[in-house]
């Protein structure tokens, strides 16, 4: 059962700031509550008391800048699934945020708790990560931006400090760039990742049919002990930049050796590194040549 606890309900991101720098108790932020509450079901010491941050406005907004998509981060996976620019220009982003939980869960949840609950397995991460998103991280008297790939430290740790919160994802624009995302779990719907990857690419299509890659980002998720960019397979297929059979074997090769999976109930360590040559190919295969 539920313990005791206190809700804090601020009514401006200025008040919750001021709140959470004076607060000298365990906390929680409450946004849609999908995973806080569980937790604290599951573990009724988790937190003394919650900021309930569900109804910010400055939070609740994406907003279309000259060179960037800022999501607030109490937005809505429902809200970013339905947002035109997304849909029209950031597949793998979609695809990852489409295998997100259920309809129910993801019109409660928010892009904000999933990233902040900084899982391996969390699915919108790797697809975020693939298009170099930055997060900006608010306290009463700082503010600072790091990119999303130096966020985590580890399973469910995060750089943040005691008194910060994430208040945007900052997306660039994607001009010019296919994308893709992918995961394998043990059923479609309302499972947690084995191993997911996203890829954000261009490249070039030559009169005699070949493709030439000119930019690749990729970033896998569940294959470590926090969702990690395969910076040498990169590099790897940008030295080579015709994309081939030959090729994309090799780049699967490099990419397993990146990975540093674990075995645990949900699959084995070789299983994972392996599926990230899969996943890999099966994502840039897509992307390139059934453009």
Known sequence: MLRNFSVLTPES????L????????SFKFLSGGTDVLVRLKDNP????????????????????????????????HEAMLSYAPFVEKYAGLIDAVSAIGSPQIRALASI??????????????????????????????????????????GPGKTVLNKNEIITQVILPKSEGYKSGW???GQRRG????????????????????????????????????????AYETER??????NVTASMLKRACAIIEKEASPITDVR?????????????????????????
């Open 13 to 16: 991101l200025k008040e919750t």
């Open 18 to 25: 001021y709140v959470i720098n004076n607060l000298n108790v």
């Open 45 to 76: 010491g988790y937190a003394d008391v919650l900021v309930d941050i569900s109804r910010l406005s400055e939070l609740s907004k994406i907003e279309e800048h000259k060179n960037t998509y800022v999501i607030g981060s109490g937005v809505k």
């Open 112 to 153: 904000g708790g999933n990233i902040a609950n900084a899982s391996p397995a969390g699915d919108s991460i790797p697809a975020l990560m693939s298009y170099n998103a930055e997060i900006e991280l608010r306290s009463h008297d700082s503010n600072r931006i790091v990119k999303l790939e130096d966020l985590f430290t």
């Open 182 to 184: 992918k995961r394998l």
């Open 190 to 229: 309302m499972a947690i990742s084995k191993v997911s990857a996203a890829v954000n690419l261009s490249f070039i299509k030559h009169p005699n049919g070949s493709r030439k890659l000119t930019d690749i980002k990729i970033a896998l998720g569940a294959v470590a002990p926090k969702v990690i960019r």
């Open 236 to 241: 790897f297929m940008l030295e080579e930049q």
């Open 267 to 291: 699959s084995n360590a070789l299983y994972r590194s392996k599926m990230c040559g899969v996943l890999l190919c099966d994502i840039v295969n897509r992307l390139v040549f059934n453009a």
